[in-house]
């Protein structure tokens, strides 16, 4: 009986010295995690809009070039990014939109930036991806994003949509080479990617607005 | 081992030097224990990551000994294990914790290995063999020691898969490009079992034969 409490005041007395080293490790980490996060975030969109910053940038020289360059716009359920134009009052020179969807192994999430035609693909990024290395895991190489560049999101009749294409037949101007070996990841990337045009096309209208 | 005359230490009972001698070269974690061989086959591909990994891995193993250590004569004997591994829990995400907030490059690169230091049987083997038998300061040096022997094998096996990999060292270029093709794959899984192969076959050779029977 008096081993079994002294057991459990241990096991008690343990367990609120090791909870109050965490809580505090926490507390005193989380400012500079989330400002960490905010500036991969940040770096993530400005990379994908093209919008020019150095390498080596600081966590707060990110979200300043960030807040001169880009505004955000709640769309319904879609946010836009838009990297304004500051010679011309009001336009634009690029436009992002993140996509998310389930992959083979794990979320996937990225951004998907328009040229201001709202029609042509300026980049893709996947920031977050948990596919397999060497196979799915090559969205996130250069080769595979750098095929997007120019696509247009819509076919020659203007019908709304991208085409991941196996055997290396992507031709038309909204086809993109698919992954070998990777049939399922691209086939779910391809149904988030055009999810989210989808969800363009309706919160923007057709017009490019 | 026991040929080694015992250096005078006050606190660590004179066998201070002896037991750092043990951690860093005569036992060895990795190349003569082989523990924890998973992670120093999956974070060396940079001196870099080797380096801070092999950092983590002397803190955790210092603070999780000395506290291990300073409860062992309270720690009653059935939910030892669950206590020494609640410590080393608790230590690893402190590492981590700081590593998010200071090196978060660093951080993203070690991915999970972090997290999985608390799966290292080297931390809580010494805490087993070590800690619960010998005083704090000692059980320190124990743990340093331990980490410093790890931290050490990782860097070799870091260097080389980066040198010949990359053909750099800590990220800057040693090897011109002009005369030497980067080997792919020593950056990749293969080449780090060549690397802890090797490194562990110079170090049995360094050392020399040593029969079964010798061994305590």
């Given at each position: 009986?008096?081993?079994?409490?002294?057991?459990?005041?241990?096991?008690?007395?343990?367990?609120?010295?090791?909870?109050?080293?965490?809580?505090?490790?926490?507390?005193?980490?989380?400012?500079?995690?989330?400002?960490?996060?905010?500036?991969?975030?940040?770096?993530?969109?400005?990379?994908?809009?093209?919008?020019?910053?150095?390498?080596?940038?600081?966590?707060?020289?990110?979200?300043?070039?960030?807040?001169?360059?880009?505004?955000?716009?709640?769309?319904?359920?879609?946010?836009?990014?838009?990297?304004?134009?500051?010679?011309?009052?009001?336009?634009?020179?690029?436009v992002?939109?993140?996509f998310?969807?389930?992959?083979?192994?794990?979320?996937?999430?990225?951004?998907l930036?328009?040229?201001?035609?709202?029609?042509?693909?300026?980049?893709?990024?996947?920031?977050?991806?948990?596919?397999?290395?060497?196979?799915?895991g090559?969205?996130?190489?250069?080769?595979?994003?750098?095929?997007?560049?120019?696509?247009?999101?819509?076919?020659?009749?203007?019908?709304?949509?991208?085409?991941?294409?196996?055997?290396?037949?992507?031709?038309?101007?909204?086809?993109?080479?698919?992954?070998?070996?990777?049939?399922?990841?691209?086939?779910?990337?391809?149904?988030?990617?055009?999810?989210?045009?989808?969800?363009?096309?309706?919160?923007?209208?057709?017009?490019?607005? | 081992?026991?040929?080694?005359?015992?250096?005078?230490?006050?606190?660590?009972?004179?066998?201070?030097?002896?037991?750092?001698?043990?951690?860093?070269?005569?036992?060895?974690?990795?190349?003569?224990?082989?523990?924890?061989?998973?992670?120093?086959?999956?974070?060396?591909?940079?001196?870099?990551?080797?380096?801070?990994m092999?950092?983590?891995?002397?803190?955790?193993?210092?603070?999780?000994?000395?506290?291990?250590?300073?409860?062992?004569?309270?720690?009653?004997r059935?939910?030892?294990?669950?206590?020494?591994?609640?410590?080393?829990?608790?230590?690893?995400i402190?590492?981590?914790?700081?590593?998010?907030?200071?090196?978060?490059?660093?951080?993203?690169?070690?991915?999970?290995?972090?997290?999985?230091?608390?799966?290292?049987?080297?931390?809580?083997?010494?805490?087993?063999?070590?800690?619960?038998q010998?005083?704090?300061?000692?059980?320190?040096?124990?743990?340093?020691?331990?980490?410093?022997?790890?931290?050490?094998?990782?860097?070799?096996?870091?260097?080389?898969?980066?040198?010949?990999?990359?053909?750099?060292v800590?990220?800057?270029?040693?090897?011109?490009?002009?005369?030497?093709?980067?080997?792919?794959?020593?950056?990749?899984?293969?080449?780090?079992?060549?690397?802890?192969?090797?490194?562990?076959?110079?170090?049995?050779?360094?050392?020399?034969?040593?029969?079964?029977?010798?061994?305590?």
């Amino acid at each position: 009986m008096k081993e079994s409490l002294h057991t459990l005041a241990y096991a008690g007395m343990l367990g609120i010295v090791c909870a109050l080293l965490l809580t505090g490790a926490g507390r005193l980490a989380a400012p500079y995690r989330h400002a960490n996060e905010e500036a991969e975030r940040v770096r993530n969109i400005l990379g994908v809009l093209g919008v020019p910053f150095q390498e080596g940038a600081s966590s707060q020289e990110l979200v300043a070039a960030y807040g001169l360059n880009v505004s955000e716009e709640e769309r319904g359920e879609l946010t836009l990014y838009f990297y304004a134009d500051r010679e011309a009052e009001g336009s634009f020179r690029a436009v992002a939109a993140p996509f998310a969807g389930q992959g083979l192994w794990g979320p996937i999430r990225g951004f998907l930036a328009l040229e201001p035609d709202m029609r042509t693909i300026r980049a893709i990024t996947f920031y977050d991806q948990e596919e397999t290395p060497g196979l799915g895991g090559e969205i996130g190489s250069a080769w595979f994003q750098d095929q997007f560049k120019g696509k247009s999101i819509e076919d020659a009749e203007g019908n709304p949509g991208l085409r991941i294409v196996g055997g290396g037949g992507a031709s038309a101007q909204n086809e993109v080479d698919a992954i070998t070996g990777a049939t399922m990841t691209c086939g779910k990337v391809e149904e988030m990617l055009n999810a989210t045009i989808a969800l363009i096309g309706e919160e923007t209208g057709a017009d490019g607005q | 081992m026991g040929s080694n005359a015992p250096v005078a230490c006050g606190v660590c009972e004179g066998k201070g030097l002896l037991t750092f001698k043990d951690g860093v070269w005569h036992d060895n974690p990795i190349s003569i224990q082989i523990l924890g061989i998973c992670s120093a086959l999956a974070v060396t591909n940079r001196l870099a990551n080797a380096l801070v990994m092999g950092g983590a891995l002397v803190f955790v193993c210092a603070m999780s000994n000395l506290f291990v250590s300073f409860l062992r004569t309270v720690t009653p004997r059935r939910i030892r294990m669950i206590a020494e591994v609640a410590i080393i829990a608790t230590f690893v995400i402190v590492f981590d914790q700081f590593l998010k907030a200071f090196y978060w490059e660093m951080s993203k690169q070690l991915g999970p290995y972090v997290g999985l230091i608390i799966t290292n049987c080297i931390v809580m083997g010494r805490a087993e063999a070590f800690a619960l038998q010998n005083r704090p300061v000692l059980s320190v040096v124990d743990g340093v020691a331990n980490g410093l022997g790890y931290a050490a094998v990782l860097a070799v096996i870091g260097f080389i898969r980066e040198l010949l990999g990359t053909g750099q060292v800590l990220g800057l270029t040693v090897l011109p490009p002009d005369w030497y093709t980067s080997n792919q794959v020593m950056i990749l899984a293969p080449g780090a079992f060549f690397a802890l192969g090797f490194v562990i076959a110079v170090s049995n050779m360094l050392k020399g034969p040593e029969p079964e029977e010798n061994r305590p």
